[in-house]
């Protein structure tokens, strides 16, 4: 297979070893601390890979991202508030873990049950991966179209509270992804007569606005809300020695929540959140002390971990074989992929398989380095983080953020379109719309308006091909299956909801 050879490489190389090492730190140390997110730190650092390889800035972003996701538990055991999204399923048992005395239990079956979801993830993706790719290169314009149609839809009114919402958020990406030249006719589009804009709205400012300027703006405004409180972080990030007798009930359930975990990352855009809380779920339902879950259970911790870092492999699997980002961190290596000129897609197994399977060979080893790095040092990090004042962590991230924006192009104009993005992105968390939806949106429109054109071009114009070709027919079905179905839930809930008012 590939990947042999692919692992021999990266071990024999030195720098590229020392990346992986570092992004594995960066990523704990950012998902460990409160109020950041892998996303953020990873659009932060995109300009930088302007001047790398496209191997080593791939690889760096990429275990970066893993090893934010496995971080984020650190905050949900010691501090009660999740790093990530996904981590709130182990902030249930693992706060109250802390609170007992056992952060140092829990924080290890955190470490072992995530290197396992994210092991597994990756197998099935180094495995799976050529087979997608073998059919995707037999697609046609028509059928790419219903593909990047059905992403839209299930993105948009999957994830989220709201379907409205959703699909507002997937609309919103999409016309921020117009504004500029028409590719086909060059006209402008959305421009209202400024030339800055009629090159498009760049990604990086935008992707550092929303994510890091707009997370910030969130926590700040939670800070002011909570003046005068005091936040519970006594938890001790001592802790005691794992024993095998400790972590044996827990494989069950890392092992399941791999499974779980990597299934749910092959569909685009339900993220690790959602497999986080399913494995939870099934978890709880399957313990054979599930009155524990919930006040201190180890397996408890370890079914939401391995399903957390599951997502990471096979979410990769929909961006390299048919372009579309399974997730936010995804979007933004597909960022990357183009400012290299790498054309991402079916055709990428042609022209560069060897970068492909040295990528997955970056993300195997980089599992293991925060493995390491997380067994013996999650205590570290935690003091580490307890000590950095949010007095000088804010100035300190909007600072490096302005920075960020303008080095990529050295123009005031990004500087200015990242803090737009900033405000856009703080008022859609404040009012509860899809930021994953706007950016993966934003990313894919102009793929998906360049096969929705030469879709007409080969049928003189005619729409009627969407639904001649079985393939693209059953990705449109798909779509708007998504959307009845989660109609159907909601109604649902909400029917279950005033049988509940009834009978008070």
């Known amino acids: 297979m590939e990947i042999f050879p692919a692992l021999l490489s990266v071990i024999t190389d030195p720098m590229l070893l020392f990346a992986i090492v570092l992004a594995a730190a960066v990523g704990m140390i950012v998902g460990a601390t409160p109020g950041l997110t892998a996303s953020a730190a990873i659009a932060m650092l995109l300009p930088i890979t302007f001047y790398m390889s496209p191997l080593f800035a791939l690889a760096f972003l990429y275990v970066i991202g893993k090893s934010g996701r496995y971080g984020g538990s650190i905050a949900a055991i010691l501090f009660n508030t999740p790093g990530t999204a996904a981590s709130a399923a182990t902030q249930i048992d693992g706060?109250?873990?802390?609170?007992?005395?056992?952060?140092?239990?829990?924080?290890?079956?955190?470490?072992?049950?995530?290197?396992?979801?994210?092991?597994?993830?990756?197998?099935?993706l180094v495995v799976g991966v050529g087979f997608i790719a073998a059919i995707a290169l037999k697609l046609g314009p028509p059928e790419t179209f219903a593909i990047y149609f059905a992403a839209f839809v299930v993105i948009g009114s999957v994830i989220g509270k709201s379907i409205v919402k959703?699909?507002?958020?997937?609309?919103?990406?999409?016309?921020?992804?117009?504004?500029?030249?028409?590719?086909?006719?060059?006209?402008?589009?959305?421009?209202?007569?400024?030339?800055d804009l009629s090159n498009g709205i760049g990604l990086v400012p935008l992707m550092i606005g929303v994510f890091v300027l707009g997370e910030v703006f969130a926590q700040l405004e939670e800070r002011?809300?909570?003046?005068?409180?005091?936040?519970?972080?006594?938890?001790?990030?001592?802790?005691?020695?794992?024993?095998?007798e400790e972590y044996k009930p827990c494989l069950p359930h890392a092992v399941r929540g791999g499974f779980i975990g990597a299934g749910i990352g092959l569909l685009p855009g339900l993220g690790s959140a959602i497999a986080a809380f399913i494995s939870y779920g099934e978890g709880k339902r399957r313990a054979?002390?599930?009155?524990?879950?919930?006040?201190?259970?180890?397996?408890?911790?370890?079914?939401?971990?391995?399903?957390?870092?599951?997502?990471?492999?096979?979410?990769?699997?929909?961006?390299?074989?048919?372009?579309?980002?399974?997730?936010?961190?995804?979007?933004?290596l597909l960022g990357v992929f183009l400012i290299h000129g790498i054309q991402?897609?079916?055709?990428?197994?042609?022209?560069?398989?060897?970068?492909?399977?040295?990528?997955?060979?970056?993300?195997?080893?980089?599992?293991?380095?925060?493995?390491?790095?997380?067994y013996f040092g999650a205590t570290q990090v935690a003091r580490l983080i307890l000590k950095i004042p949010t007095n000088v962590l804010y100035p300190l991230i909007f600072m490096t953020a302005f920075v960020a924006a303008y080095s990529a192009r050295g123009s005031m104009f990004?500087?200015?379109?990242?803090?737009?993005?900033?405000?856009?992105?703080?008022?859609?968390?404040?009012?509860?719309?899809?930021?994953?939806?706007?950016?993966?949106?934003?990313?894919?429109?102009?793929?998906?308006?360049?096969?929705?054109?030469?879709?007409?071009?080969m049928s003189d114009g005619?729409?009627?091909?969407?639904?001649?070709?079985?393939?693209?027919?059953?990705?449109?079905?798909?779509?708007?299956?998504?959307?009845?179905f989660r109609i159907r839930g909601i109604m649902k809930e909400r029917k279950l909801a005033q049988g509940g008012l009834g009978d008070a």
């Open 95 to 124: 706060y109250p873990l802390a609170r007992a005395g056992k952060a140092g239990k829990a924080m290890k079956v955190a470490t072992i049950s995530s290197v396992i979801g994210d092991l597994m993830g990756d197998i099935l």
């Open 166 to 195: 959703g699909l507002a958020s997937a609309l919103l990406g999409i016309l921020v992804a117009m504004v500029g030249l028409d590719p086909i006719s060059s006209e402008e589009r959305y421009t209202f007569g400024s030339f």
């Open 224 to 244: 002011r809300k909570a003046t005068g409180e005091t936040k519970e972080n006594e938890s001790s990030a001592d802790g005691n020695d794992l024993t095998w």
């Open 288 to 332: 054979k002390n599930p009155e524990q879950w919930g006040n201190g259970a180890l397996e408890g911790v370890a079914a939401p971990e391995a399903a957390n870092n599951a997502v990471s492999g096979p979410s990769m699997a929909p961006l390299l074989t048919l372009g579309i980002p399974g997730s936010t961190i995804g979007a933004i």
């Open 344 to 374: 991402v897609g079916p055709t990428l197994f042609l022209t560069d398989k060897e970068l492909v399977y040295k990528l997955f060979a970056c993300g195997m080893l980089g599992i293991f380095a925060y493995g390491l790095i997380g």
């Open 414 to 457: 990004d500087v200015t379109v990242m803090t737009c993005a900033g405000f856009v992105g703080w008022l859609m968390r404040k009012y509860d719309f899809n930021i994953a939806a706007f950016v993966i949106s934003f990313v894919l429109a102009k793929g998906a308006e360049e096969t929705f054109r030469q879709s007409l071009l």
């Open 462 to 484: 005619g729409a009627l091909i969407f639904v001649e070709r079985p393939i693209a027919l059953a990705f449109l079905i798909l779509g708007a299956g998504a959307i009845a």
